[in-house]
């Protein structure tokens, strides 16, 4: 017992490893992995032996050590969460959940090869958009259609095809930040288009954009602000008369929806959101709009509009870089076909699901789980249901709040209430499935317009094992 540990006592990485208590790890994790993993465990043996002068570890804990460091390493940091923000499509959150038709449809076409670029009549090379085009066209009634990796390659490419080194005025009222270091004048430089900036912040008039006009300008843009609204002495061009100047003057008019949808979102008791349909109508030779936005699908830009445009688009090469794989194409289809029913999208589609939720249901769902929230959280902070209000987000009808309910959590520390808040915040997060809320007027709302399952979050609600602690 009082022998002192030398560094001739810690065993060799042959020995761990040709252990019997390591079989099982070798065969499983493989002999490289497990071998790289023992030397940098044994190498810490080492280092806290030269430090501290720390006894050595049997063999067996050694082994131990080594199984729990290839857990923890093969814990993927990616990972479900339960979205209790009350914003419904959370961009650092993966935005929209997929319905499961859309899910399946990814998974078949993941297990095997695909015709994705090959014609199965003619039995020759394909073309990837074509499995997909026709939906949209129906749902927008546009003439052609082609998808990219997300609405900013969109915009890109679009930009990119029908602008470079010529002039694109745009409205100053237009020029935003999307977010994330997408910025409209940044995306026009590396576009290679000169951006012309037209009107001010909050007017801009038809002569402003006809002033401008020039034999080096190559399209009209417009760029639909949807993550800010300005009120007040506001003017903008309607979209009919934009394309009809751009008409005029023989160049493509450009709109880029950001969001964009498919259907009335009125219909759901939502805020009027410009269609794809409508911009298409008005006089828009080119949309773009995002497919993880109100869409409710899986990432992606989609660019729609005039036949010629979209083959020149098509024909860029840095399409070929902007493409979308086969899963997202796959997911998308199935998206779209549920569009074809309207009046069921409440129930087929997640997005749209949570959107429409009434107050009654998000009420009712809080009574639910409210049992459990008291009880994980005993008597260190108190619990109740509260009026609040949800956004949709992803920059989308940034002025509407949706009324909902939230569990509200306030802190029964005298000092330091906020610290507190913070730390079962923190809590709620190290949960096997992490439950995010958000911290707001000293208190951590969970709202629950987005919640999934009850069954679940109550669940994972059992393991805070907050109660006595915190
Ligand atoms: C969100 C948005 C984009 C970018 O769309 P992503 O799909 O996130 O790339 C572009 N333009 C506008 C106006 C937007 O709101």
């Known amino acids: 017992m009082t022998k002192r540990s030398s560094f001739a006592d810690i065993p060799s990485v042959d020995k761990v490893i040709s252990d019997d208590a390591c079989r099982t790890l070798v065969s499983r994790y493989g002999h490289q992995f497990v071998t790289a993993t023992a030397r940098v465990i044994l190498d810490d043996i080492r280092a806290n032996l030269r430090d501290s002068g720390n006894d050595i570890a049997s063999i067996s804990v050694i082994i131990e050590r080594i199984a729990q460091k290839i857990s923890d390493e093969s814990q993927f940091s990616l990972k479900p969460v339960i979205n209790l923000t009350g914003t419904v499509l959370h961009t650092n959150l993966g935005r929209a959940a997929l319905p499961e038709s859309a899910i399946s449809a990814m998974v078949t076409i993941a297990r095997s090869a695909s015709n994705l670029e090959f014609d199965l009549v003619r039995g020759k ?7 997909i085009e026709k939906v949209i ?9 082609t998808v990219v990796n997300n609405n900013a390659a969109a915009v890109l490419l679009t930009l990119n095809t029908l602008a470079m080194a010529k002039e694109v005025p745009v409205s100053r009222g237009e020029l935003v930040e999307i977010g994330g270091s997408f910025r409209i004048p940044e995306i026009m430089t590396r576009s290679g288009c000169k951006l012309i900036e037209v009107g001010a912040t909050n007017r801009t008039h038809l002569k402003d954009y006809a002033q401008v006009i020039n034999k080096n300008t190559a ?9 800010y609204e300005i009120q007040g002495f506001t ?7 934009i394309a009809l100047l751009a008409k005029r003057a023989g160049i493509p008019f450009v709109t880029d929806l950001g969001s964009g949808t498919l259907v009335d979102l009125t219909q759901f008791g939502l805020p009027h959101e410009p269609t794809a349909r409508e911009a298409i109508e008005s006089g828009a030779d080119i949309v773009t709009f995002s497919g993880d936005k109100l869409l409710g699908g899986p990432q992606a830009g989609i660019i729609i509009g005039k036949r010629s445009l979209i083959d020149a688009i098509k024909a860029n090469p840095l399409k070929r870089a902007l493409r979308v794989d086969k899963l997202t194409i796959a997911a998308l289809f199935e998206v779209l076909k549920l569009y074809r029913n309207p009046e069921r999208l409440t129930d087929s589609l997640p997005t749209l699901k949570y959107l429409a939720r009434s107050v009654e249901e998000i ?3 809080a009574q639910a789980v409210l049992p459990a929230f008291v009880e994980a959280l005993g008597e260190k902070a108190s619990v109740e249901i509260r009026d609040t209000f949800s956004q949709i987000g992803s920059g989308s009808l940034p002025l509407d709040l949706l009324p909902s309910k939230s569990i509200s959590i306030s802190s029964k520390a005298k000092r330091q209430s906020d610290q507190h808040l913070q730390e079962i915040a923190g809590m709620f997060r190290a949960l096997p499935i992490p439950v995010i809320g958000r911290l707001n007027d000293g208190k951590l709302l969970f709202d629950l ?4 399952s009850s069954k679940d979050l109550i669940s994972q609600l059992g393991q805070l094992g907050l109660t006595g602690k915190a």
């Open 235 to 241: 003017h903008s061009v309607a979209d009919k008369e």
């Open 125 to 131: 090379r394909g073309d990837r958009d074509e499995h």
């Open 137 to 145: 066209t129906e749902m927008t009634g546009a003439e052609a259609a």
């Open 219 to 227: 399209l009209l843009m417009k760029v639909h602000t949807s993550n």
């Open 363 to 365: 009420n009712q769902l």
């Open 449 to 452: 317009r987005t919640l999934v």
